[in-house]
């Protein structure tokens, strides 16, 4: 939740392969108050069954940028793995990119949304609401 001191994420995974929402990706919160500071980790959480990450850090007072690691190879991987049972190797890596790092700005006293539109061999963001 946003205060007028402090902004506040939230995000999730939509997998653009198949249409539906990537449960299990693990999600780094990292956050720092200026360009020339420091990044510091305040935590992590997974998506649900939705796709989305609920349980994201607060961020603390004075945030101006903020960057969310999604770890998404082991999520590929597992994919993978599943579709291998029922049909024949497609190809020899569940994901061209094992993580992808969104880095973005923000100002206190409003939300932002930082959607993930992914699939195998690429990835979009946007900020959405």
Known sequence: ???????SVSTHILDTSIGRPAEGVAISLAARSGRDAGWVTLGGSATDADGRCKDLPALPEGTTHVRLDFEVESY????????????????????FFPEVA?????????????PLLLNPFGYSVYRGS
């Open 102 to 114: 969104i880095t973005f700005a923000v100002v206190p006293g409003e939300h932002f949304h930082v």
């Open 76 to 95: 590929f991987d597992k994919k993978q793995a599943e579709a291998q049972q029922d049909a024949p190797r497609v190809r020899d890596s569940g994901a």
């Open 1 to 7: 939740m946003s205060t007028a001191t402090t902004a």
